[in-house]
Nanobody, 126 residues
């Protein structure tokens, strides 16, 4: 599967953005999909995931209540709705896909994801 992330940009603190991750080659419903981000000088970190086997969603504590991950099967696209953005959310955001049966305890790590899209830059100004 090929993944194409888009939707990044510059937004003021408190604003919103919606990132899209369009899948091609295979249907996105067959994968667990995740969002990760990497800020300058920092390691890549987990943001959110949509687990295919049961439809459950998972979030990093830092974004819980502000970000929402969803999937549009008809468009073969996964979304990350980001509200109440903070300057510390500034990063390059990546979407990724892995096994539909990915174990819940591992989906917060990058290793189990087999496919990655290019990043999209989100900049939140204070």
């Amino acid at each position: 599967v090929q993944l194409q992330a888009s939707g990044g940009g510059l937004v003021q603190a408190g604003g919103s953005l919606r990132l899209s991750c369009a899948a091609s080659g295979r249907t996105v419903t067959t994968y667990t999909t995740g969002w990760f981000r990497q800020a300058p000088g920092k390691e890549r970190e987990f943001v959110a995931a949509f687990r295919a086997v049961n439809g459950n969603t998972y979030y990093a504590d830092s974004v819980k209540g502000r970000f929402t991950v969803s999937r549009d099967n008809a468009k073969n696209t996964v979304y990350l709705q980001m509200n109440s953005l903070k300057p510390e959310d500034t990063a390059v955001y990546f979407c990724a896909a892995g096994s539909s049966r990915m174990i819940a305890s591992t989906l917060r790590t990058a290793g189990p994801y087999d496919y990655w899209g290019q990043g999209t830059l989100v900049t939140v100004s204070s």
